[in-house]
């Protein structure tokens, strides 16, 4: 049994910062990829960034330069920092975590940028 929890978000104004975490938690030996996805309303799940174990990152274009995704592989967590903020990344942001395969997803946690 794999449980990802996810913290950090909120409402916040445009052009501020939020920082995500996610914590992975229960049996597994180690995670592969970690990452963030996100659904606006009426929208397709999308990925937002994604980090191995080896620490590659993968960006969607719309937040190159203003999202870092990083990891602590000894406390199973992964952080989304978010700055420069606008109104578009006003999403629900969903970790996600890649073990043995198998992919797990949190419950998600809602980001709200207001203009």
């Known amino acids: 049994q794999v449980q990802l929890v996810e913290s950090g978000g909120g409402l916040v104004q445009a052009g501020r910062s939020l920082r995500l975490s996610c914590a992975a938690s229960?049996?597994?030996?180690?995670?592969?990829?970690m990452g963030w996805y996100r659904q606006g309303s009426g929208n397709k799940r999308e990925l937002v960034a994604r980090i191995t174990s080896g620490g590659s990152t993968t960006y969607a274009d719309s937040v190159k330069g203003r999202f870092t995704i990083s990891r602590d592989n000894a406390k199973n967590t992964v952080y989304l920092q978010m700055n420069s903020l606008k109104p578009e990344d006003t999403a629900v942001y969903y970790c996600?975590?890649?073990?043995?395969?198998?992919?797990?997803w949190g419950q998600g946690t809602q980001v709200i940028v207001s203009s």
């Open positions: 229960g049996s597994f030996v180690s995670i592969n990829a």
């Open positions: 996600n975590a890649v073990i043995t395969l198998r992919s797990y």
